[in-house]
C-alpha cells in the first residue's frame, strides 16, 4: 500500500511539473503579445526607416487577422533611435527592461545595429535586422533577413564592371558600413587590375556635394559604386543631374557624356519616388527585392500594402525584408511554443518562408538568409526593371571566402580605428 501510494504520489507530482513547465513556456491566454519595433522616426535616416515600421504594422496586422501567435494577438511597441546611435542602445535596454518584449525588429545602418548588438547580447534577447550590410558579423542574438555581402555587393560589382565600365568612382556616407563595403570593392577591383579613381565619403546628412561634383567633372568616371544612406542622396543625384560637360555646349542630358552611371546599395523605390525618377532613371541598384517582381506572393503583398498604407505608397527591399522576419518569427514562436528568445532562437534554423522575393530560409551556421540576388535599372515610372538575377537563392557568406574569419576581424577593426 505504501509503494502504491508513493507511486502515485511521483505521478501527481510529474503530471503537476509538465504542466507548470508548459503554462511557463506559454503567455497568458488572450494578453497581447509585445513585439519591439526599433527605427529612426527623426533625423536624416527617417527618410528610409519610416517605411520600415509601415511594412512590420502589416506583418503585425496580418497574423493577428490570422489568429495571433499562440491564439494571442501581436502589439507593437514603437520606439525612435532619432538617427542617433547611442540612443538606439537606450532604447534597445529600454524595450527589454521596461516594456518586457521577447524580440526587436529594427536598426537601418550598421552604426545602429552596433550599437545595439551588445544590448541584445547582455539580456540574451533577439534583434531581427533588415538591411543589406557589409557583413563581417555573427551575433548569436541576431538574425540577419538583409542580404550578405556575396548576395548584393560583390556579384553586383562584378555585374557592373562587366558591363557598365571601368573606371570607378566610391562614394559613401561616412560610417562603417559604407567603408566596409568599399574595403571589399577594392579588394575585388584589385583583382581585376583596376583602382578607384577616388574614395569620397560625406558626413551622415551632409548636403554639401560640392567637392564630389567637381571630383567627378574632372575625373571622369564611368561608374559610381554609392553607399550613401539617408537624404544626402537628394543632394548627390540632384546635383549630379545638374552636370553639364565643361563647355556647357550640351544641355541635354542624354548628351551629357561627363554624367556617370551610378550604382546604389542603399536606394529602392521609396527613395526613387521621393528623389524623383526623373533624377534616377538609367541608374542602378542591387537589392534581393524589387516591387515588379512578378510573383503570386508579391502582387499580394504589394496590393496590401497599398490597400493599407496608400496606392501612392512604393515597397522597396528593407521594408520586404522587415515584414518577412517578423513572419519568420512568428513561425518560429510557434514551433517553440513560447516567446522565450532562447527557445525560439534553438528552433530558428529550421524556418523558411515564401516570401514576396521568393523562398527564403535561415541558414543555421550563420543566422543570416538565402536570397535570390538582383540587379535593377530605375524606369521613369519609379520602378525597377531587373536586368541580372542570380538562378537559385544564394547562400550567406557574411565573411568572404578569399580571407579568414580572423583575418577579417582584423582588417575592420583597423578600418574602425582608423574612423
Not at 539617408?230 to 560637360?245: E, V
Request: glycine content about 6%; aromatic content about 10%.
Amino acid at each position: 500500500m505504501q509503494k502504491h501510494r508513493q507511486i502515485t504520489t511521483f505521478i501527481l507530482f510529474t503530471l503537476v511539473s509538465i504542466s507548470t513547465l508548459i503554462l511557463s513556456c506559454s503567455d497568458d491566454s488572450g494578453q497581447p503579445i509585445k513585439v519591439g519595433i526599433l527605427h529612426s522616426l527623426t533625423g536624416t535616416m527617417a527618410f528610409s526607416e519610416k517605411d520600415l515600421v509601415d511594412a512590420l504594422t502589416l506583418a503585425v496586422e496580418e497574423i493577428n487577422r490570422s489568429g495571433g501567435v499562440l491564439g494571442q494577438p501581436l502589439q507593437p511597441v514603437i520606439a525612435d533611435g532619432a538617427s542617433n546611435w547611442d540612443q538606439f542602445a537606450s532604447k534597445a535596454k529600454q524595450l527589454i527592461v521596461q516594456d518586457q518584449v521577447p524580440v526587436i525588429f529594427g536598426c537601418w545602418t550598421s552604426a545602429s545595429r552596433k550599437a545595439v548588438k551588445p544590448v541584445v547580447e547582455q539580456y540574451q534577447h533577439l534583434l531581427f535586422y533588415p538591411v543589406q550590410y557589409e557583413g563581417l558579423e555573427q551575433s548569436p542574438n541576431i538574425i540577419y533577413t538583409g542580404a550578405a555581402p556575396n548576395q548584393q555587393i560583390i556579384p553586383s560589382i562584378h555585374w557592373a564592371l562587366e558591363n557598365l565600365g571601368q573606371r570607378v568612382y566610391l562614394l559613401g556616407s561616412d560610417y562603417i558600413f559604407p567603408r566596409a563595403a568599399n574595403m571589399i570593392i577594392k579588394d575585388l577591383l584589385k583583382k581585376r587590375g583596376l583602382t578607384p579613381l577616388a574614395e569620397v565619403y560625406l558626413p551622415l546628412g551632409s548636403n554639401d556635394v560640392s567637392s564630389v561634383i567637381r571630383d567627378i567633372r574632372q575625373l571622369k568616371p564611368d561608374l559610381i559604386f554609392n553607399t550613401i544612406n539617408g537624404d544626402s542622396n537628394i543632394a548627390f543625384f540632384t546635383a549630379l543631374n545638374n552636370l553639364k560637360p565643361a563647355d556647357n555646349k550640351s544641355t541635354s542630358p542624354e548628351h551629357d557624356v561627363t554624367r556617370p552611371t551610378v550604382v546604389s546599395f542603399s536606394i529602392g523605390e521609396p527613395e526613387v519616388k521621393t528623389i524623383g525618377s526623373k533624377l534616377l532613371a538609367g541608374h542602378y541598384a542591387a537589392w534581393n527585392y524589387f516591387q515588379s517582381i512578378n510573383s503570386r506572393e508579391n502582387i499580394n503583398f504589394v496590393h496590401a500594402f497599398k490597400s493599407r498604407f496608400g496606392q501612392h505608397r512604393v515597397i522597396n527591399d528593407p521594408m520586404e525584408s522587415a515584414y518577412i522576419g517578423l513572419y519568420l518569427w512568428a513561425q518560429a514562436v510557434t514551433a517553440a511554443g513560447t516567446t522565450d528568445p532562447k527557445s525560439v532562437k534553438a528552433v530558428m534554423a529550421y524556418q523558411s518562408f515564401k516570401a514576396p522575393q521568393g523562398v527564403v530560409s535561415i541558414d543555421a551556421p550563420t543566422q543570416h538568409l538565402w536570397k535570390t540576388v538582383r540587379i535593377g535599372r530605375v524606369l521613369n515610372d519609379g520602378q525597377f526593371k531587373i536586368v541580372w538575377s542570380s538562378k537559385t537563392p544564394v547562400r550567406p557568406a557574411p565573411f568572404p571566402s578569399y580571407y579568414s574569419k580572423d583575418q577579417w576581424r582584423k582588417r575592420l577593426a583597423l578600418l574602425t580605428a582608423n574612423e
